[in-house]
């Protein structure tokens, strides 16, 4: 997936490759580094979103859910990417975007 955020400082559009798992009307991601990644602070600041999914754009809104366990969510998205996350993320943090369909 490719996500649009709109920088917090610039204002300008940002799109970072993602990856997580959809659910019906709802993408789960993990923040690697919690609420200390870059997009985790721009969502502070603007949580509305583009997605780029199965070739087609969404817009939708991201929540942090510093409640939730991150590892729950690993557990159900590829093995590879979940591991990068295991192996290289300080503080997992778990992410949902509400998608406008």
């Known amino acids: 997936m490719l ?4 920088g917090r400082l610039s204002g ?3 799109r970072t490759p ?6 019906g009307a709802a993408f789960w991601l993990a923040s690697d580094h919690g ?8 969502f502070k600041a603007n949580n509305r979103i583009r997605a780029h999914i199965r070739g087609r754009w969404n817009t939708g809104t991201a929540s942090l859910l510093p409640g ?3 590892f729950a969510g690993l557990a159900t998205l590829p093995r590879f990417n979940s591991s990068i996350v295991r192996a290289l993320g300080t503080d997992p ?3 949902l ?5």
């Open 35 to 42: 609420e200390t990644s870059n997009y985790a602070r721009t």
């Open 93 to 95: 943090l778990t992410v």
């Open 18 to 23: 993602i990856s997580g798992r959809l659910d």
């Open 68 to 70: 939730d366990d991150p």
């Open 97 to 101: 975007i509400d998608l406008d369909r």
């Open 3 to 6: 996500l649009e955020t709109t």
């Open 12 to 14: 300008e559009p940002r």
